[in-house]
């Protein structure tokens, strides 16, 4: 049972660039989750998803877009890449929004863009 | 507006001494309350969880937490911290139907 797969973990990127997030879970969870985590702000909820086909916003969306065309896959992509998206990213996957359920996070992604 | 707050930054403690991470929260409605730990250079880990019941929580690696309804606080405690406990702690008031927040949260280091 992998859980929360990641990729990729490292990437380096120029301004103006665009790239992809991979996220997938193997748990069959309705819930997918971005995150990203910076010094002193703690974890911000950037989009979201309840099921296939269906996204939300969250704290931090602008410069990033989702999708959810399956359940297990939830990718981010940086459609044209800021050095204030400079940040490690988590994905988390829980079984529904509804209950007390628990997140299960992925290792996480450093994104660095100069 | 839903909110938590995490008010110390960094907790220092010495092994063997108790240890409490301090949560307060502003969230609609009666919340579930998480705790998750990041060790260092690593994703998050679930902790414990309030959801009903016993104020006082119990959870993995000797942590407890205490919900306090009137104060809207779920503090993280444990007896005799650990050296290997030191790891940034966040603490997630749920409320159900809803995308789940973290605060900035807390680091915890613990000397010997």
Known sequence: NAGVTQTPKFQVL?????MTLQCAQDMNHEYMSWYRQDPGMGLR?????VGAGITDQGEVPNGYNVSRSTTEDFPLRLLSAAPSQTSV????SSVTLSGAN?????AGSRLTVL | AQSVAQPEDQVNVAEGNPLTVKCTYSVSGNPYLFWY?????????????????????????????EFNKSQTSFHLKKPSALVSDSALYFC????????????????LLVTP
Do not use: M
């Not at chain 2, 997630?92 to 680091?107: C, E, M, V």
């Open chain 1, 45 to 49: 909820l950037i989009h979201y998803s």
């Open chain 2, 37 to 65: 730990v990041q060790y260092p250079n690593r994703g998050l880990q679930f902790l414990l969880k309030y959801i009903t019941g016993d104020n006082l929580v119990k959870g993995s690696y000797g942590f407890e937490a």
């Open chain 1, 102 to 106: 628990v997140l299960t996070f992925g």
């Open chain 1, 14 to 18: 120029k301004t103006g660039q665009s």
């Open chain 1, 89 to 92: 990213y988590f994905c988390a």
């Open chain 2, 92 to 107: 997630a008031p749920h409320r159900p139907g809803y995308a789940l927040n973290f605060g900035k949260g807390t680091s």
